[in-house]
């Protein structure tokens, strides 16, 4: 619904603000038209579109559509950047005190009326629009550039006052909302795992969206995971998007690549003499959505011992608060990759709380990760893909 109003405006304003002040001519500017109405109305109706598409057409089209989606976006944020610019200016113009006329000797002669001035506007009006389409093609290919490139690292150090001292220093590398699917694959995949295992952690935690799509298509991509390599193992914890690709079919085929699966339940890590408890719970949503069981924070914590160090793995940050109290000192999640794109950056902290970083609730943190990958447009502005490395301390 958002995302077909937002196409229609979108595409509205491009055509107003860029299409016709640089692209003339009857037949140009209908092509445009036609695109424009096209791309509006795949956009607003993606999944029936989908659903409709002979098979082995499917991925070109999605790869096109969110492609554009990206780049369009793009568009529309230098013009208006340009916009608001040429507005402020106005604006600083007309506040300016004005200089005091000097009266003439005699009244001057009214000027010979002249195009002179249209076409001043007129081709100011070309270049300022040339200026937002440099400018946003700019912003699209800086934005691709950075979805592909390797995630950043970040290192942050977590004190656990319950952690045993014979553990302290034990790091945990968070993969998440990775969405291999139509455009990370194989090789990003191979790449983003010998990344991981450069931080020589003592465990992996993929905290879900991890696929975009079932087994059959994406299995041999997702394999790449098998050669994580760490002290304590590899454990994954369901997204919404996992949901919607087959939750029960990608937990069988995790297991069978050596990545145990946690699904409301809890493992010690550790051994008899030092160990804490790693509590996994299924995605907040997207149990519901599909009418399945999902999060359960009572189940996974049952027949804990609350004297114990705990860390939560939760795809969505929610609940945070809640898991707080119940003895949780540290959540680990993903979901909101940070916004992902601009305006969307700034506007994330208005649906979550716990948006991107480590917050504290008591003596309780949560780290909410940008993510590894990208979801939707292939593109990142404002929020790079991040590869999280969490010290925990005693």
């Known amino acids: 619904m958002l995302i077909g109003l937002g196409a229609v405006l979108g595409h509205l ?28 109305g795949v956009l607003g109706n993606r999944r029936t579109v989908v659903d409709l ?8 089209l999605t790869m096109v ?25 106005a604006l600083f113009r007309r506040l300016r005190p004005a200089p005091q ?31 937002a389409f440099v400018a946003g093609g700019g912003l699209a290919a800086y934005g691709s550039w950075r979805a592909f490139s390797p995630p950043l690292i970040t290192e942050v150090a977590v004190r656990i006052p319950k952690l045993p001292k014979a553990l302290d220093g034990l790091s945990i590398v968070q993969l998440t909302d990775i969405h291999v699917g139509h455009f990370i694959q ?27 799509g079932d087994v059959a298509s994406l299995g041999g991509h997702v394999s790449a995971l098998a050669a994580l390599k760490s002290r304590y193992g590899s ?22 690549l050596g990545i145990s699966v946690l699904r409301n339940r809890h493992v010690p890590i550790g051994d008899k003499g030092a160990s804490f408890d790693l509590v996994g719970v299924d995605d907040w949503s997207g149990g519901r959505r599909r009418n399945k069981k999902g999060y359960d924070l009572d189940l996974a914590l049952a027949g804990r011992d609350s004297d114990r160090a705990a860390v939560l793995l939760a795809h969505q940050p929610a609940n945070f608060k ?36 480590l917050y504290a ?23 790079p893909p991040e590869l999280v490395k969490l010290v925990l301390t005693a």
């Open 235 to 256: 454990y994954f914890v369901t997204g919404n998007h996992d949901y919607y690709s087959g939750d029960v079919e990608w937990s069988a085929f995790l297991e069978s």
């Open 186 to 212: 194989r090789r990003y995949m191979d790449a983003l795992v010998q990344q991981a295992n450069s931080l020589r952690p003592d465990l992996f935690a993929i905290t879900g969206d991890l696929v975009d």
């Open 322 to 357: 809640v898991a707080a109290e119940r003895g949780v000192d540290l959540q680990i999640s993903g979901h909101t990759h940070g916004g992902q794109l601009v305006p969307m950056t700034m506007l994330i902290g208005l649906a979550w709380e716990h948006s991107a970083g």
């Open 101 to 131: 006329p000097v009266a003439p000797l005699q009244e001057p002669a009214a000027p010979p009326p002249s195009h002179v001035d249209e076409d001043r506007r007129r081709f100011l009006g070309q270049a300022v629009a040339g200026t």
């Open 361 to 383: 609730h008591g003596d309780s943190n949560i780290y909410v990760s940008r993510g590894c990958g990208f979801w939707g447009p292939p593109m990142r502005v404002g929020s």
């Open 13 to 40: 304003y491009l055509y107003r603000r860029l299409v016709r002040q640089l692209v003339h001519g009857r037949l140009p500017r209908l092509l445009a038209i036609v695109v424009l109405v096209l791309m509006t």
């Open 65 to 89: 559509m969110y492609t554009w989606m990206g780049v369009a976006l793009c568009f529309v944020i230098a013009r208006v950047l340009v916009d608001v610019g040429r507005g402020l200016a």
């Open 53 to 60: 598409l002979p098979e082995g057409t499917e991925r070109p």
